[in-house]
């Protein structure tokens, strides 16, 4: 349910400032070629049920019928229904759009109709389904389709490899098919809204800063100090830090202000349409969304931990910010100001403040990532405890990014031989003494946040005499304590 309403709020504020931008599209593939904007192609979608597909038409009217009736005949026809680099069909205003992947824009359409999602399991046509493993087919299925996913960043240049090949039809249901079902099933098994962002960030780098995705870092600074020295300070404590929240949120606010009356009136009227006492108006509806964000504690959230929660707290002050804001000016009949303003402001400020914060997040994330260890080399952890807090980290990193969990270890009797997310409990604590125990493990992860201290301090202490690094998962008094600070 969250996932889908971060869908359908995404897709309709993409739609809306995406909106001159697919106008522009539209108009580039018209006077290119002739034929129509939108290119529909039958997929199947959650649960098996077929669906037509948005995109950007990139070929001729011929190649884009002729691809489309391969979806009919395909089954009695063998037809390929693959697109190689070099097809002669593709126009020179579909190559661009191909090229920075603008075409799949349009299945935004599709998200807000309910048949995708933001990120998920790309939809095949009913030719290639029909090659997916019987036990791989219902899972794969049993989950809305996506625009974008790890298979789409693997694969990005899939055209070009098709191309190499001597039979693409043939390489991509023994080869690239498969490999792609992997990605699908691994996005089903272990989704969460962090890899969800995770996944959005790569394809904006992928498409932007295509090397970055190579085995060179992202803007190739692998081998600089900047991620050493911007991990702490992103990660560093500072009283100071809430203010500076509150005066970047405050900003954000006023921007979000003036960028809603440019998309309301454009370029030409933005200015000399506005009443004079807008900026009075402009102030006043800041210091309620600072108000609303003080109240429902959007500044004190740390911003490395950006999650659904600390969204729900934005989407909650910036809702009642604005009908509170809408409330005043129509009670003051300040006519001048467009209702249309006063309607779409929210959602402005809600998708930057949002996106701020996922931005930080993931920037955190990979500085991180270079300073604990280099990206792609394998981090195995033994996690000190079994309850609650083990099994989310279990969840969240089991096979993600590097990671993998051996085991984990607990002083509850009852726990020995029980599987948490799959991983077994192998003893107690002090069995982090036994070499044979640690062998082949590159961590030690502290999972016990409802532990006394005292306890914690002696897991702690004997995860040093195993001389491996340790991390912790943090107790809610340190949450606390952190959020305070910030």
């Known amino acids: 349910m969250a996932k889908r309403l971060l869908d ?44 037509r597909i948005f995109k950007f038409r990139t070929m001729g ?37 191909r090229r920075y992947k603008l075409d799949e824009l349009a299945q935004l359409i599709d998200v807000l109709r309910g048949t995708m999602s933001l990120v998920g399991p ?53 080869v690239i098919l498969p490999s792609k079902l992997r990605y699908a099933l691994d996005y089903v098994e272990h989704a969460t809204l962090a890899g969800d962002l995770r996944v959005l960030g790569l394809t904006l ?16 600074m692998n081998d ?60 006043g509806i800041v210091l309620l969304y600072v108000a609303f964000m003080a109240l429902t504690g959007v500044p004190r959230a740390l911003w490395r931990y950006f999650g659904f929660d600390d969204f729900k707290h934005i989407a909650a002050a910036c809702l009642m910010a604005g009908l509170t804001g809408a409330v005043a000016v129509l009670m003051a009949h300040l006519v001048g100001v467009p209702r249309a303003v006063l309607a779409l402001h929210p959602l402005f400020c809600m998708l ?6 996922m931005t ?12 604990t260890g280099a990206e792609g080399e394998p981090r195995r952890a033994i996690v000190l405890g079994a309850g609650h807090a083990a099994r989310g980290l279990v969840a969240g990193i ?33 069995d982090l003494a036994r070499p044979d125990m640690t062998a082949g493990a590159t961590h030690i992860i502290v999972a016990m946040p409802g532990a006394s201290a005292a306890q914690r301090e002696r897991a702690v202490a004997l995860a040093r005499k195993a001389g491996l690094p340790i991390l912790t998962v943090p107790s809610q008094l340190e949450l606390q304590a952190q959020g305070d600070a910030t």
């Open 8 to 51: 359908l709020l995404a897709a309709l504020i993409g739609l809306l400032l995406l909106a001159p931008l697919f106008l522009l599209i539209a108009a580039a593939i018209k006077l290119d070629s002739p034929g129509p904007v939108f290119f529909r192609q039958e997929r199947v979608g959650r649960h098996g049920r077929h669906f």
């Open 61 to 97: 009217t011929l190649g884009a019928v002729h691809t489309k009736n391969a979806a009919a005949t395909a089954s009695t026809a063998g037809a390929p229904q693959l697109t190689v680099a070099g097809d002669l069909r593709i126009t020179r205003c579909g190559a661009f759009l």
């Open 122 to 174: 790309r939809p095949e046509v009913p030719h290639y389904v029909r090659h997916y493993p019987d036990a791989s087919r219902e899972r794969v299925l049993s989950v809305r389709p996506g625009i974008t996913d790890m298979a789409s960043i693997r694969y990005r240049d899939e055209n070009d490899l098709l191309a190499l090949a001597s039979d693409p039809e043939q390489e991509y249901i023994e």
């Open 205 to 220: 780098r992928t498409v932007f800063v295509p090397e970055a995705s190579s085995t060179r870092s992202l803007f190739a």
């Open 224 to 283: 600089s100090r900047l991620w050493a020295w911007l991990e702490p300070l992103m990660s560093n404590l500072n009283p100071r830090r809430r203010w500076f929240a509150m005066a970047f949120d405050a900003a954000t606010v006023f921007a979000c202000w003036q960028v809603t009356y440019l998309f309301r009136l454009g370029f030409e009227r933005w200015q000399p349409e506005r009443p004079s006492y807008d900026n009075a108006v402009a102030a």
């Open 352 to 357: 930057a403040l949002s996106l701020s914060r």
């Open 360 to 371: 930080y997040r993931m920037v955190w994330e990979h500085a991180r990532s270079r300073v």
């Open 398 to 430: 089991h096979r993600r990014d590097g990671w993998s969990v051996l085991a984990l270890l607990d002083d509850d009797p009852a726990k020995k031989g029980l599987r948490i997310g799959g991983i077994p409990v192998l003893g107690a604590i002090a």
